[in-house]
């Protein structure tokens, strides 16, 4: 009887004992985690996506605007890392589905058509990883991953803006007409 009535009393000191080895076992908690590498992968995906333009644009503005995409989402790519490995934690080193078959649709292009199909890659990548960053990682449990979040949402609201005006350029997103006047 007296072990029927122990085990009750004891089932929330192992749970404790639980999360405490967790946060010692090192790592971020789930919903840190899955802002942390949903993170990394949209860096990767940047990256690796914009080593295409070397051999596949001839547009000068096409091809300055991925050298800072490779620059500036290393650097960031470097931030979260220095994060995960003093935290314990590990990130992905691979593109999501979805990011691969962008980056394997724009493997076979070349010239005009890949500028656009990469522009608009690019776009989306970026509404994508603002909504993240502003959604997710303002959200973050763990100090450092919220402070990464607060200094790079700057940086990818500004290439937001500089995939916009390089998808305007190449005729991804169409300007609208000023209103005309009736009759």
């Known amino acids: 009887m007296r072990i029927k009535l122990a085990a009750p009393l004891l089932a929330p000191a192992v749970a ?3 999360l405490v080895g967790a946060a010692f076992a090192g790592g971020f908690v789930d919903t840190d985690q899955r802002f942390a590498d ?3 992968q949209a860096g990767l995906a940047e990256v690796k996506t914009s080593r295409l333009v070397s051999d596949r644009s001839r547009d000068d503005d096409v091809r300055a605007f991925a050298d800072r995409m490779i ?3 290393t650097k960031i ?3 979260l890392q220095a994060i995960a490995k003093k935290k314990g934690a590990k990130l992905p080193s691979g593109l999501n589905d979805v990011q691969k078959a962008n980056y394997q649709r724009l493997e076979k292009l070349k010239g ?3 500028d656009r199909q ?3 890659v ?3 990548d970026h509404e994508t990883a603002v909504d993240l960053f502003q959604n997710k990682g303002a959200k973050a449990t763990d100090d ?4 990464f979040a607060s200094r790079t949402l700057p940086v990818l609201k500004h290439h937001l803006g500089e995939c916009q005006t390089l998808a305007k350029k190449l005729g991804v997103i169409q300007t609208p007409s000023p209103p005309t006047e009736g009759p």
């Open 16 to 18: 404790a004992a639980a």
């Open 38 to 40: 949903a993170a990394a």
């Open 71 to 73: 620059k500036e989402h």
């Open 77 to 79: 790519a470097e931030d």
């Open 112 to 114: 005009e058509e890949f």
């Open 118 to 120: 990469y522009a608009r």
């Open 122 to 124: 690019m776009l989306g």
């Open 144 to 147: 450092d991953l919220k402070k």
